[in-house]
């Protein structure tokens, strides 16, 4: 062992007078030559090892044997072509996995085990994968390569929650050829996708189908979402206002007639209303939906949004007014201000005071616009924003335990103000009852009330769960979900990101299997 530089070098040969074929296995004594192998080895006290390895080339007795010299190999420590010894290689391999290539080639240099970026990749290429036995319980997801473009399809074995296969695109075909090859699936969790129900439907019919919770409800979400944009005139005024006490029901107002309604204005909704107009007029004359996109340049999934909208003013969503940290003091405000108080700075200090955390250039910027001619009292104070529709999708679509007092008294208004809205929640509370209870035979019952009702968003959404009922039914029963199935999309994205744009499917597919 001698010192070199900050490493260390040892040097060693073997000892054995015979060895074994690498081709044949048979014994040989014959030496026919020696060489020196430098062989990288694992750090020693934060110091990199160099072993300089002298071996021997035999001449191999079988006549039969396609290799007339090999090479010796020590077990454990050299192999064909190996620069690098086991132990070495397993930590390359280890950091490779953990950190992929430029993170890992910088940790690698760091730490005296140098290796490059590429290196690294091909280490992690050349592992083998796992084994996949009998996987009883199956989930399926869908991924983004590249969002909006090019998609994969990821498998995972619900038992272990270890993902056992990744496939290029989100058609059925990958999937019903590993169905195939892989039978005694007795249970597939999906999300859903007609091209994953398709696939378990040919390759594995025997299979129990279970649509995930998490999925059916998001789908409903958006078809409360668009139910109230219908309904939107209902609450574009506050729910209730500083003079009118929240203890205190507001009286019922009778919603206002369309034709009443103040219509949208600006580009925005001119070009939806435009394009509104445009899309009706080819559905009118019998084209497709398909064709109408195709037409137009447009992408079918806005065809299709704009052709389900009834009305082009359900499409534009109005800007509604932010709050600001004044709001709370703005009373006090009025009432020094109507007493000859208009000092900025001496107001500020004064509603910091009294808890104010913004700066001072809101209050000043605030009290600008009343400075300039003869001073005026500020105009009427509208503390109360009204609620925008993802707000009122919220208090409609959360438990009521997670409500606040003032968001259930506003949601308690806006049902006396606008009854076909309490026809929605009612609805809405009884499938969360269902889901959350696992009684999913009461589905039937529930799609028929649906398909009675007033609310097209509501019906569509009772429609596409009558395509996929049986899946539902079995969602709403089991005790199936495809939460570990998302929990590896999500790790599968991180991944993703550590890649530096490097994740084809191959690598992605190694460090995805491997690394769990």
């Known amino acids: 062992m001698v010192q070199d530089g900050d490493g260390v070098v040892i040097q060693a040969r073997t000892a054995a007078r015979q060895t074994r074929c690498t081709a044949c296995n048979t014994w040989s004594e014959r030496v026919h030559s020696r060489y020196r192998r430098r062989l990288r080895d694992a750090l020693t006290a934060c110091r990199p090892v160099v072993i300089e390895l002298l071996v021997r080339r035999f001449h191999c007795d079988n006549s039969d044997c396609e290799r007339v010299i090999f090479t010796e190999q020590v077990e454990g420590l050299t192999s064909r072509h190996a620069q690098r010894t086991p132990p070495l290689r397993a930590m390359l391999e280890a950091i490779g996995l953990a950190l992929a290539g430029r993170a890992g080639a910088r940790l690698a240099t760091q730490i005296g085990a140098r290796a490059g970026r590429s290196s690294l990749l091909r280490l992690i290429r050349a592992l083998p994968e796992p084994e996949v036995g009998t996987v009883p319980v199956l989930g399926v997801d869908d991924f983004a390569f590249r969002r909006g473009h090019t998609y994969g399809t990821i498998l995972i074995d619900m038992a272990t929650h270890r993902p056992i296969d990744l496939h290029d695109g989100r058609d059925s075909a990958p999937l019903q050829a590993w169905l195939r090859a892989h039978p005694g699936v007795e249970v597939v969790c999906r999300d859903r996708s007609s091209s994953y129900a398709d696939a378990v ?3 594995a019919p025997d299979a129990i189908q279970v649509a995930d919770r998490f999925h059916l409800w998001q789908n409903l979400i958006a078809a409360v979402e668009a139910c109230l944009m219908r309904h939107r005139n209902a609450f574009d005024e506050p729910l209730f206002t500083p003079d009118q006490p929240a203890e205190h029901e507001p009286p019922a107002v009778e919603e206002p007639d369309e034709a009443a ?22 559905l009118a004359e019998g084209h497709s939906l398909r064709a109408i996109a195709r037409h137009l340049g447009w992408s079918r999934h806005n065809v299709r949004k704009l052709a389900r909208a009834e009305r082009w003013k359900d499409l534009v969503v109005e800007q509604r007014p932010r709050g600001s940290k004044l709001d709370d003091f703005k009373l006090y405000l009025h009432v020094e201000w109507d007493a000859g108080r208009i000092n900025a700075t001496d107001l500020c200090q004064e509603i910091r005071a009294m808890g104010y955390q913004g700066s001072y250039a809101i209050l000043a910027a605030y009290l600008r616009q009343y400075r300039p001619g003869e001073l005026r009292k500020p105009g009427p104070i509208k503390t109360v924003a009204p609620p925008s529709i993802r707000e009122v999708t919220g208090w409609f679509t959360r438990h009521p335990d997670r409500l606040s007092e003032a968001d259930r008294l506003q949601l308690k208004t806006l049902l006396t103000r606008c009854p076909p809205l309490e026809e929605v929640h009612e609805l809405v509370k009884s499938f969360a009852t ?13 799609i028929d009330v649906v398909l009675a009702s007033d609310h097209p968003s509501l019906r569509r959404f009772a429609r596409g769960l009558r395509k996929d009922f049986d899946a539902v039914t079995a969602g709403l029963t089991l005790p199936h979900s495809s939460g570990a199935v998302e929990g590896n999309v999500n790790r599968l994205k991180m991944i993703k990101r550590k890649l530096y744009g490097r994740a084809n499917l191959d690598l992605l597919r190694k460090l995805v299997l491997l690394n769990h």
């Open 201 to 203: 439907r040919v390759a």
């Open 434 to 446: 269902m889901m959350s209870e696992r009684e999913g035979h009461r589905l039937p019952e529930w």
């Open 261 to 282: 309604e103040d219509e949208p204005l600006g580009r925005v909704a001119l070009r939806y209303r435009a394009n509104h107009q445009t899309v009706h007029k080819l």
